[in-house]
């Protein structure tokens, strides 16, 4: 079993999800590699990993952009049912480059199976999707799970990331 460590990147007042939990060590700014099964929020606000400096703020504190990633698991009806995990990056201002990232997973007796993935990368926009897709059609009855890593970068270099994942179970 692997051993992970959480650090809290943001906190939104009055905003209803209120952490962005992401992997990593305390110097990393996020990871793309969060393992099937974590729970993490939904929805969160992209945040860019906090100074470290004698004249910044505290290592706790983050610096919050415009920037909200989201994340959920669908069913379509397409080519007799497919599972769809999607990521979705809506900022309020334009951003230099949009990165997002998805996995799709499916709980088996055995753990999660890896379905497919997904990146889009946007410039010069305010928002980027990425859908991760798998035709499911008479599978059967699974929970399936979907993570999402997005990433803003602004003109000048700064990252803000954050890792949001979604789950669902239904018949294809």
């Not at 959480?6 to 793309?32: E, T």
Request: with cysteine; net charge positive; charged share 15%.
């Amino acid at each position: 079993m692997l051993s992970r460590s959480f650090r809290r990147l943001a906190v939104v007042a009055g905003a209803g999800v209120a952490v962005a939990l992401m992997p990593g060590s305390a110097g990393a700014a996020g990871s793309q590699d969060v393992a099937p099964g974590t729970v993490l929020p939904g929805t969160a606000t992209l945040a860019a990993a906090p100074s470290t400096g004698s004249s910044g703020p505290t290592p706790d504190a983050a610096i919050t952009s415009d920037c909200v990633g989201t994340s959920s698991v669908y069913w379509t009806s397409t080519d007799g049912g497919r599972a769809n995990g999607r990521g979705v990056i809506n900022c309020l201002l334009y951003y230099y480059k949009l990165y997002d990232s998805t996995k799709l997973y499916r709980l088996r007796w055995y753990g999660w199976q890896f379905l497919d993935s997904d990146t889009s990368t946007a410039y010069g926009a305010k928002t980027v999707t990425s859908i991760s897709i798998w035709r499911c059609a008479g599978t059967g009855t699974y929970t399936y799970y979907s993570t999402a890593y997005h990433e803003a970068t602004t003109v000048g270099g700064t990252k803000y990331t954050a890792s949001t994942s979604a789950q669902k179970r239904f018949s294809c």
